[in-house]
């Protein structure tokens, strides 16, 4: 029970935050609702929002669906189960709790790989935000958010680590007026 409270707080939370991030976004929501409606049908050229709100004002960046992981690096690594379960460890023991829980576990050895091959992801430039899996699952959104005139937003939220939410808002609520 305590974990159904526990979601419906968070969906609840995630609720707010989008109406605020709407809100403060709101000019260029209007931009880019606009722009959406002038796609008649839906590509990868179809311009989307990505919302960093991990600063006291969020920033609206406009990006087509089919460059999103130029706006948003995504990971190859992240969405593994062992990192998922090293991810879950960290919250509740910290980080070298967990990293010396994973690396002595039953699986130590694949996960050594799998966290080397996540260390030379973050290397490699910027910080990947989220993983492949969930960056497709936002292409696939979005094609269903423009089938039903709306504009498809991702949010990179603050935290340690932070948190991405995706939503879409419809086009005729962003350009009332």
Same mark, same amino acid.
């Given at each position: ?7 419906? &707080? ?6 707010? @935050? ?48 089919? @460059?999103? &992981? ?6 190859? @690594? ?25 690396? &002595? ?73």
């Amino acid at each position: 029970m305590q974990t159904a409270n526990r979601a419906a &707080n968070d969906r609840t939370m995630d609720r707010q @935050t989008i109406q605020n991030l709407i809100k403060q976004c709101s000019v260029g929501l209007f931009d880019l609702a606009c722009a959406v409606s002038g796609h008649p049908s839906w590509d990868l050229s179809l311009p989307v929002g990505v919302i960093d709100a991990r600063r006291t004002k969020p920033k609206l960046i406009v990006s087509a669906i089919g @460059t999103i &992981n130029s706006t948003l690096k995504a990971s190859s @690594t992240i969405a593994h189960p062992l990192m998922v379960q090293l991810f879950e460890r960290f919250e509740d023991v910290g980080l070298e709790q967990a990293l010396t829980e994973m690396k &002595n576990g039953e699986e130590g050895e694949a996960f050594a790989e799998v966290w080397q091959a996540y260390r030379d992801e973050r290397r490699s430039g910027d910080a990947p935000m989220w993983s492949i899996e969930d960056a497709t699952a936002f292409v696939v959104q979005s094609r269903e958010a423009h089938a039903d005139r709306e504009v498809a937003c991702v949010a990179v939220l603050p935290g340690e680590p932070h948190r991405i939410i995706t939503f879409s808002v419809p086009i005729a609520f962003l350009t009332r007026d």
